[in-house]
């Protein structure tokens, strides 16, 4: 004869059944879906309600999230483990009239170093003397890589490094990894992305100026057309001693990176390369899940200085996607109290540096820099 459990028996086991069910439901339910990436005012609590910002405490909320996306696809942001001595080496120098051009490696980690251009002004010299600095981070190219930014590529409106020096300003131009010359083993310095090690080289440059006796310690600038451009956006969304952000021909939305066409968003293509974010690959086909964008990035840069230049020719990324980063952006930076820190501007050429562009940049590191 069967046993029959009495009423109570059966309401506990239909509750524990019931409390397993909730269980595995969870278990199984899929993260919570990204904030809107064009929507910055927006966060997240702790128990992933969203919310409207309208504090510097919320914003800071929602900063963080965004940092945490960029660090899921780029790999984490290195420890202070890693900012071992920078032992610098100077390797030739050469007397450019107004400046010295030093070819120089530093100590990124342990185990890499870095090779840069620091250019200096002879007027810093000077007993006493302390002149103010800028990051200038070169374009892509394949066989002289960082010489370009110094003015030794033949390509004038790439040749910031050096202008800068003739200004007045110490300006720092390190190689990007996997490009020219300068081949360090990514994954095997525990890297999961060029993109991240570019990162870190770019923060020890900052503390090699920093370092220097010669360099206002008072914040820095950074420069950079195109691989430069989006490579100064994500060293300063990391660190806030750039306080002043200029991107030439840089960035649009992944979102509508060559129209979204799925040929850019393959192994060893467009943003998913080894010197990129390979991680990437796994949003091919759904890059609306991409953790992070440019008008977060963007975003998180407030309320410090930043000047995009976006041509209405460019082919690489489309100005029309830049506004819509910059419209994304401006409330942050209204909130932040400096609704004019960010500007855009729209030269007729095409993916290129013209000398205006360059020059209204040049004026804001004159007025912003101190």
Request: hydrophobic content about 40%; charged content about 20%.
């Amino acid at each position: 004869m069967l046993h029959r459990p009495g009423r109570r028996a059966f309401l506990a086991a239909a509750a524990a059944s019931s409390v397993l069910r909730a269980a595995l439901a969870q278990a199984h339910q899929a993260p919570p879906r990204r904030l809107d990436r064009l929507k910055l005012l927006q966060y997240r609590d702790a128990q992933g309600a969203v919310h409207p910002v309208t504090t510097t405490a919320q914003w800071r909320d929602r900063r963080d999230e965004i940092l945490r996306g960029m660090q899921q696809v780029m790999g984490p942001f290195p420890g202070d483990d890693r900012r071992v001595p920078l032992a610098m080496a100077v390797t030739a120098e050469v007397d450019c009239g107004s400046y010295l051009r030093r070819t120089i490696t530093y100590t990124a980690e342990p185990g890499g170093r870095t090779p840069a251009y620091l250019l200096v002004p002879k007027r810093a010299l000077a007993p006493g003397a302390r002149a103010r600095a800028v990051l200038c981070l070169h374009p892509t190219e394949h066989t002289i890589g960082y010489d370009v930014a110094v003015g030794l590529g033949g390509k004038p409106n790439r040749a910031y490094a050096a202008e800068l020096a003739e200004r007045g300003f110490v300006t720092l131009a390190p190689s990007y990894p996997l490009l020219a010359a300068y081949q360090p083993d990514v994954i095997g310095l525990g890297y999961a992305s060029g993109t991240m090690k570019a990162i870190w080289d770019n923060v020890r440059g900052l503390d090699l100026l920093a370092s220097l006796p010669f360099v206002s310690p008072a914040g820095f600038g950074a420069i950079g057309h195109s691989l430069g451009g989006h490579n100064a956006v994500y060293t300063a969304a990391f660190d806030d001693r750039l306080r002043v952000i200029v991107s030439s021909c840089g960035l649009d939305l992944y979102t509508d990176y060559y129209g979204g066409d799925p040929k850019v968003w393959q192994p060893e293509k467009g943003w998913c390369q080894l010197r990129y974010m390979p991680r990437l690959l796994d949003y091919a086909g759904r890059l609306d899940d991409i953790p992070f964008d440019f008008a977060e990035m963007v975003g998180t840069l407030a309320p410090r200085r930043c000047f995009i230049s976006a041509p209405l020719r460019d082919a690489n990324f489309r100005w029309q996607s830049v506004d819509r980063i910059v419209a994304a952006a401006r409330p942050v930076y209204g909130l932040l109290g400096a609704p004019d820190a960010l500007t855009v501007a729209h030269p007729d050429s095409d993916h290129d540096f013209p000398d205006a562009m360059r020059q209204q940049a040049y004026a804001l590191f004159d007025r912003y820099l101190s």
